[in-house]
């Protein structure tokens, strides 16, 4: 059976119309969906290239060692998605409910996030590279660990309450961010170039910031290295 008859089986079993739960393992898929409510699906060691996901729902699904070269995700509600060792290439993510989502050692190369919430998300062993970044984006409450990021922009987003641990930004770009209220620990800012910057109550220890430049930027009763 085909990963496109899979996906379908499992919207119309999701809708009470017939089809089975799916488990996609070891498929391949470049086709485009639209209006599918995949809540709970299972995605392993599969492969989507090209594929377009548009208002479609993966609540409390679980994706594992998968890859997404050139995948666009448009308001799709990914709210408590499980996501595993999977790579992300040149993919694109637009306004999508990503709350309480979580990523666990997964590759992010040259992927974008745009008009997404992201509250109460959780990233950790992540890396990204190849351009790409996020702009516009709620990430308040968020927390990251272990991750790298390298040449990512991000731009317009909120990370209110957001805490961040033995991550390191590398020759990046940060423009307009705000951080209130937000926790930093072992934080590596290199090479970066930061403008817009605003945070207040910003808390931090052992942060870096070896060649960043950061203009237009203001930081209100926070301490930062403050020993």
């Not at 595993?84 to 974008?112: A, I, P, R, V, Y």
């Not at 605003?198 to 403050?226: C, L, M, P, Q, W």
């Amino acid at each position: 059976m085909s990963a496109n008859q899979i996906i379908k089986d499992h919207d119309k079993w999701r809708k009470g119309a017939g089809g089975a739960k799916a488990g996609l393992s070891g498929e391949s898929d470049g086709d485009s969906y639209a209006g599918l409510d995949l809540d709970l699906i299972t995605i392993a060691s599969s492969r989507f290239d090209g594929s377009s996901f548009s208002s479609v729902t993966f609540k409390n699904a679980n994706w594992s060692s998968s890859h997404f070269a050139g995948v666009r995700f448009t308001g799709c509600d990914m709210a408590k998605l499980s996501i595993t060792g999977c790579t992300f290439t040149n993919c694109t993510f637009s306004h999508c409910d990503m709350q309480g989502l979580t990523m666990t050692k997964c590759k992010l190369e040259g992927s974008n996030y745009d008009n997404c919430t992201m509250n109460d998300s959780h990233m950790s062993d992540c890396t990204g590279g190849g351009g790409g970044g996020m702009s516009d984006c709620d990430m308040s409450g968020a927390t990251m660990s272990g991750c790298t990021f390298t040449g990512a922009t991000l731009a317009g987003a909120v990370y209110a309450g957001a805490q961040w641990t033995d991550c390191k930004f590398l020759g990046c770009t940060w423009k307009n961010l705000g951080f209130d209220n937000c926790q930093w620990t072992g934080l590596d800012i290199l090479d970066c170039h930061c403008d817009g910057i605003k945070g207040n109550g910003v808390k931090g220890e052992k942060v870096t910031y070896h060649g960043s430049f950061f203009e237009n930027s203001e930081f209100r009763d926070s301490a930062i290295n403050a020993g």
